[in-house]
């Protein structure tokens, strides 16, 4: 089994930061693609940030430049982290990841629970 954990959100002051970390562990041959979502209430979860393994980062544009998606391979982790924090708002960070069971085979899509995280106004 496979499992990822989230850990880090909260409350926030408006402009503050915030680091999130993501853990997986169980039957872990190779972790492909890394990544963040979030889901604001009444909305659709919606990337983040993405690493892939060995690939070049990609941000949505609106938090490029305040946000940063960083990896540990040896650890099999992935955090963002956030700057500057906009206020007024509350969303879910979910962490993804794409786990190799094989060397042959293709990778499976594993999920967080999720971390709310809340700034407010």
């Known amino acids: 089994q496979v499992q990822l954990v989230e850990s880090g959100g909260g409350l926030v002051q408006p402009g503050g930061s915030l680091r999130l970390s993501c853990a997986a562990s169980?039957?872990?041959?190779?972790?492909?693609?890394m990544a963040w979502y979030r889901q604001a209430p009444g909305k659709q979860r919606e990337l983040v940030a993405n690493?892939?393994?060995?690939?070049?980062?990609a941000y949505a544009d609106s938090v490029k430049g305040r946000f940063t998606i960083s990896r540990d391979n040896a650890k099999n982790t992935v955090c963002l982290q956030m700057n500057s924090l906009k206020p007024g708002h509350t969303d879910v960070y979910y962490c993804?990841?794409?786990?190799?069971?094989?060397?042959?085979?293709?990778?499976?899509?594993?999920w967080g629970q999720g971390t709310q995280h809340t700034v407010p106004t």
């Open positions: 169980g039957s872990i041959f190779r972790i492909g693609t």
């Open positions: 993804y990841a794409v786990v190799g069971p094989g060397r042959e085979q293709s990778g499976a899509v594993y």
């Open positions: 690493i892939p393994d060995g690939g070049t980062t």
